[in-house]
């Protein structure tokens, strides 16, 4: 089956710098890879999502990348601002075919904005 | 917000009570997962049903038996559960077939503790 690694899983700046969290998935088939933000007692929200045909996607300070031929993926947050304190997950869909999701997602990453 | 709605947040109980975890969306859609979220590990799929059919069973111990009475509907009855069961147990649901993207919509999810 499908395996996510996320590094690293703990990330702290200082408000204003950037952010990058990294993730790598073994199935190749694999053609969805969603990012989803927990902040704390919350539940997690889907913040932005690439597809295998697409190399990048950005939404204002958010952006993803995706290297299929390595398999790896990343979240890159610009001008981080304490309200993006939270743990953040990746995910890759190994659908199979199916008409459903079937997220396998990576360890979490806390991340903390210091003002 | 109320997409998906979990009932009950939080639930202590002995290893040998018997409880039930309800899920509920109004999103209109024809898929449902429960996903078990533990501290410093990845979020665990459980059970998938789409179309009222579970689709996915991931090597769940039978201490966790699932029902689907409606697409609406979702629930997880729990009996002689173990201390390490404790958990936050998420709900989510997505759109099945031509409209399904790969989101996930989750609840806030029920947290468990197992005495």
């Known amino acids: 089956g499908e395996n996510v690694e996320q590094h690293p899983s703990t990330l702290s700046v200082q408000e204003g710098d950037s952010a990058v969290i990294k993730c790598t998935y073994s199935?190749?088939?694999?053609?969805?890879f969603p990012w989803y933000k927990q902040e704390l007692g919350k539940r997690p929200q889907l913040i932005i999502d690439?597809?295998?045909?697409?190399g990048e996607k950005k939404d204002q300070r958010i952006a993803v990348t995706l290297n299929k031929t390595a398999k790896h993926f990343s979240l890159h947050i610009t001008e981080t601002q304490p309200e993006d304190s939270a743990v953040y997950f990746c995910?890759?869909?190994?659908?199979?075919?199916?008409?459903?999701?079937?997220?396998?997602f990576g360890q979490g990453t806390i991340l903390t904005v210091h003002p | 917000e109320t997409g998906v709605t979990q009932t009950p947040r939080h639930l202590v109980m002995g290893m040998t009570n018997k409880k039930s975890l309800k899920c509920e969306q109004h999103?209109?859609?024809?898929?449902m997962y429960w996903y078990k979220q533990s501290a410093k590990k990845p979020l665990e799929l459980m059970f998938v049903?789409?179309?009222?059919?579970?689709?996915e069973n991931n090597s769940v111990p039978s201490r966790f038996s699932p029902e689907c009475p409606n697409s609406s509907h979702l629930f997880l009855h729990l009996h002689t559960l173990q201390p390490e069961d404790s958990a936050l147990y998420l709900c989510?649901?997505?759109?099945?077939?031509?409209?399904?993207?790969?989101?996930?919509?989750f609840g806030e999810g029920s947290r468990l503790t197992v005495l």
């Open positions: 989510a649901s997505s759109p099945v077939g031509g409209s399904n993207t790969g989101e996930l919509f």
């Open positions: 199935d190749s088939a694999s053609n969805y």
């Open positions: 690439i597809r295998s045909n697409v």
């Open positions: 995910a890759a869909n190994n659908a199979g075919g199916t008409s459903y999701g079937k997220l396998t």
């Open positions: 999103l209109g859609h024809n898929a």
């Open positions: 049903y789409s179309l009222e059919e579970r689709v």
